[in-house]
């Protein structure tokens, strides 16, 4: 009997490194540090969020003397605004519980330093990456050269090539200057639109602020420049801001796109159309298996903020998660019975951080055959591989990119996981691999022992079989 | 600047009900009984799956002495098969964590008296809607005499329309007899498929067993029936069984699909590809909210199962729903400590759906211009109303569905949402309202007395009209 279900090749392409995860090893002997998932690094949860949502799960636990006073009356004020005063229940509207999303825009405001923000702009996700494939979904249209285009970073985060195929909305590559830290440079803003219009037709600009997997933190001027660019280019703006608290490099902060546009000319301010985009698997959360962001949207047509709202399908909304997203934009305020503890755990996660990066990137760059630009911001680095020229002919012969060879062999011999720079959507012939640098200070240490092992056998032994060759 | 946004008209159907709601009245002072979800109905949660949810999210409260300790051990499971054994981190496999599977199969096993059942046929979902709408995706293409149909009964899930719109799957609808219980008759199986061929490509039939929203439980005999038709007109069989644990129809039991292919000849249990859905929402659990499910395929092309597989993105996988759906196919077992306490708010859930829907169903019985077909099994009553012909007209000149104009006057007067008939894709001129019966008892008599209150209200006032204008 033939089967009626289509496998329609290319809607979304199959991911060589799960597929190589799963053919190995075990999961459970496997250090998997490609991706930023504080949990599965070893990052203990945050006591208040856990502890709040706990207790909006099984509401008995108010009687529990050990658990503080204000973990139990945020839980009564979250459910209170569940229907049927249960997190099992369906939510009433899909674009978000009304209180989370008022809690979004307080959070915002003061974010931004008194910028103005409206909940009815805001819609809660399951994640940033949900948000952003509903509105690839809905900007996907035409084929060939009316095909709609995104411009892109390159590097970008490693789940957005498979979004923008998933949505069949086609990639046009902006390359970021690796010398530089991986700054935005405009010409090449300019160059790769260019290039672009006549195959395709570019509607929005992508960017990743702080950068993932960068650790870029754009300056104002940058962003400003970015703006006009996308105003005097009518493309609607993308801004990821996932990794927005986490900046650690000395000098550097965090300023949002919609603060810099909206201190701007009113003749960007007023028209230039922004989607930004935030989750609670940033660090100040690190939940992100619990399914909770949020999208703000800025000069948008009513009509079209109102379509968005009503595809945003309720039946994608996870009530537990928009109460985690709840807890990470309204913490526990000085004097809270819950402050102290959270401020210091905060604190040690960002301070586990900035060591970390500097120390990994101290440690990485005096390998031979590697080089890592220092990061500012974000969990992850993103070294760059001087591979020889041998294996580089080697993973040609075998149809792979040489990073991702180069990955498989470590996960083989090494038992860790990295993440190939292939999956960044990096340019030819220049090869890096993504590794999340939040962890315990010891599981790090042995993550960068077992890189250095492989890294330098790798050399040695193309060293050798060079010398004997030769000889 | 002109939006770069599209908005598709047509992709999907704005529902009516929703704006209704957010226009009239605000919820707090709405009953919404429009829907099967238990927590919004007042109905309390399960505390066994309850407790052990709430310690995996905060694991220091396996000190809580007040926990039982079966509830402890299982948190620990559940946290020992998470990454990082967190409920924050994200899963290893997007098809679903292998402990959870492996408790599902044995589930399905217990279930169906000894019937195999392999964890690798098995995906976790985000309820029982997400796995269809990834299936009705795969399945989808073609336009026009190619585009694929699936074969829905009249009336269906008030969710399926959409998702079928949703995936440009063309409906190919079934008449259920109302007059034999909503019962699928044969005949009508293959006069529908008659009548799509040549209008579309159908590819599957889909089956809600027990009937979601006529409460009809099918038996071995119709089953059978309906197998052979899938297979002699190779169509798959997409088998809704969310309400298998909810059958109360006296001499009624809930076969499924499964079972009953299975025991058939092996030229039907050996070629017919079938996949059946099921969730958390189910009255076992009933919290809908955490958002957990599973699907089963059976027969399927392996390429296209692990197709499946991959489709299947890990970015929408909630792993505290994976593990609600562990604890409602794998509860507390006699001589466990919470054995008892389980079995009770079973029992307790149980009942009152028995006695509601005797109650509710006499008593919509009895009122003039309405009559109701007695439900077995599932959560809702779908009683026919018989309006005065005046308000048929009304509704027309007003371009609504009677039912809508019915539900949306009693939404105005009385402060009660039930679904309308239209919402299900019932046939022309024939009018329902949908309505959840698991409530506790004084709010469900509450309920029916503000829905007599309106009907009559309604019925009288049109007899008065009419008698003025004769007169």
Same mark, same amino acid.
């Given at each position: 009997?033939s089967?009626?279900?289509?496998?329609?090749?290319?809607?979304?392409?199959?991911?060589?490194?799960?597929?190589?995860?799963?053919?190995?090893?075990?999961?459970?002997t496997?250090?998997?540090?490609?991706?930023?998932?504080?949990?599965?690094?070893?990052?203990?949860?945050?006591?208040?969020a856990?502890?709040?949502?706990?207790?909006?799960?099984?509401?008995?636990?108010?009687?529990?003397?050990?658990?503080?006073?204000?973990?139990?009356?945020?839980?009564?004020?979250?459910?209170?605004?569940?229907?049927?005063?249960?997190?099992?229940?369906?939510?009433q509207?899909?674009s978000?519980?009304?209180?989370?999303?008022?809690?979004?825009?307080?959070?915002?405001?003061?974010?931004?330093?008194?910028v103005?923000?409206?909940?009815?702009?805001i819609?809660?996700?399951?994640?940033?990456?949900?948000?952003?494939?509903?509105?690839?979904?809905?900007?996907?249209?035409?084929?060939?050269?009316?095909?709609?285009g995104?411009?892109?970073?390159?590097?970008?985060?490693?789940?957005?090539?498979?979004?923008?195929?998933?949505?069949?909305?086609?990639?046009?590559?902006?390359?970021?200057?690796?010398?530089?830290?991986?700054?935005?440079?405009?010409?090449?803003?300019?160059?790769?639109?260019?290039?672009?219009?006549?195959?395709?037709?570019?509607?929005?600009?992508?960017?990743?602020?702080?950068?993932?997997?960068?650790?870029?933190?754009?300056?104002?001027?940058?962003?400003?420049?970015?703006?006009?660019?996308?105003?005097?280019?009518? *493309?609607?703006? @993308? %801004?990821? &801001? !996932?990794?927005?608290?986490?900046?650690?490099?000395? #000098?550097?902060?965090f300023?949002? =796109?919609?603060?810099?546009?909206?201190?701007?000319?009113?003749?960007?301010s007023?028209t230039?159309?922004?989607?930004s985009?935030?989750?609670?698997?940033s660090?100040?959360?690190?939940?992100?298996?619990?399914?909770?962001?949020?999208?703000?949207?800025?000069?948008?047509?009513?009509?079209?903020?109102?379509?968005?709202?009503?595809?945003?399908?309720?039946?994608?909304?996870?009530i *537990?998660?928009? @109460? %985690?997203? &709840? !807890?990470?934009v309204?913490?526990?305020?000085?004097? #809270?019975?819950?402050?102290?503890? =959270?401020?210091?755990?905060?604190?040690?996660?960002?301070?586990?951080?900035?060591?970390?990066?500097?120390?990994?990137?101290?440690?990485?760059?005096?390998?031979?055959?590697?080089?890592?630009?220092?990061?500012?911001?974000?969990?992850?680095?993103?070294?760059?591989?001087?591979?020889?020229?041998?294996?580089?002919?080697?993973?040609?012969?075998l149809?792979?990119?040489?990073?991702? *060879?180069?990955?498989?062999?470590?996960?083989?011999?090494?038992?860790?996981c990295?993440?190939?720079?292939?999956?960044?959507?990096?340019?030819?012939?220049?090869f890096?691999?993504?590794?999340?640098?939040?962890?315990?200070?010891?599981?790090?240490?042995?993550?960068?022992?077992?890189?250095?092992?492989?890294?330098?056998?790798?050399?040695?032994?193309?060293?050798?079989?060079?010398?004997?060759?030769?000889?």
């Amino acid at each position: 009997m033939s089967s009626g279900l289509q496998v329609n090749p290319g809607v979304l392409g199959i991911r060589p490194l799960i597929n190589l995860q799963g053919e190995i090893k075990p999961s459970s002997t496997v250090t998997d540090v490609s991706s930023g998932d504080l949990q599965r690094a070893g990052m203990p949860p945050l006591s208040f969020a856990r502890q709040v949502l706990a207790v909006c799960l099984y509401p008995e636990l108010v009687e529990d003397d050990t658990l503080p006073p204000d973990v139990k009356q945020r839980a009564k004020m979250l459910l209170s605004s569940c229907n049927g005063g249960s997190v099992g229940s369906y939510p009433q509207t899909a674009s978000g519980i009304p209180e989370v999303l008022n809690s979004v825009a307080k959070f915002i405001r003061r974010r931004d330093g008194g910028v103005t923000s409206r909940s009815d702009d805001i819609i809660s996700s399951t994640g940033s990456q949900k948000s952003l494939q509903l509105v690839l979904h809905l900007m996907s249209s035409g084929v060939g050269r009316t095909q709609t285009g995104v411009l892109i970073p390159v590097p970008c985060p490693h789940t957005l090539p498979m979004l923008l195929d998933d949505t069949r909305v086609k990639q046009v590559p902006y390359r970021l200057v690796e010398e530089r830290g991986w700054a935005v440079d405009l010409d090449e803003l300019h160059r790769a639109l260019k290039a672009a219009r006549g195959q395709c037709e570019p509607r929005a600009i992508y960017i990743s602020n702080p950068g993932n997997p960068t650790g870029h933190v754009q300056d104002r001027k940058t962003m400003e420049e970015i703006i006009r660019f996308a105003a005097n280019e009518r *493309l609607i703006l @993308l %801004a990821e &801001e !996932v990794h927005q608290d986490s900046v650690y490099g000395s #000098d550097k902060e965090f300023l949002s =796109y919609k603060k810099v546009l909206f201190e701007m000319d009113t003749k960007y301010s007023e028209t230039v159309e922004m989607i930004s985009f935030h989750s609670i698997s940033s660090i100040c959360m690190g939940d992100g298996g619990l399914r909770g962001g949020y999208m703000e949207m800025i000069n948008l047509d009513p009509a079209v903020k109102q379509y968005i709202k009503t595809m945003q399908s309720s039946s994608s909304t996870v009530i *537990l998660g928009q @109460l %985690a997203l &709840e !807890v990470m934009v309204n913490p526990p305020a000085p004097g #809270d019975p819950s402050y102290r503890k =959270y401020t210091q755990e905060i604190l040690h996660r960002k301070e586990t951080l900035s060591q970390n990066a500097q120390r990994a990137c101290d440690f990485l760059n005096r390998l031979r055959g590697m080089s890592c630009q220092p990061a500012m911001a974000g969990v992850f680095l993103y070294p760059r591989l001087h591979l020889p020229p041998r294996m580089i002919e080697d993973a040609k012969r075998l149809g792979v990119q040489a990073d991702l *060879l180069y990955c498989r062999w470590l996960l083989e011999e090494e038992g860790l996981c990295l993440g190939p720079g292939c999956e960044n959507g990096q340019e030819e012939e220049s090869f890096h691999v993504r590794l999340c640098i939040l962890a315990p200070a010891a599981a790090l240490d042995d993550v960068l022992a077992r890189i250095a092992s492989f890294h330098l056998r790798l050399l040695d032994k193309d060293a050798k079989d060079t010398d004997s060759v030769e000889t």
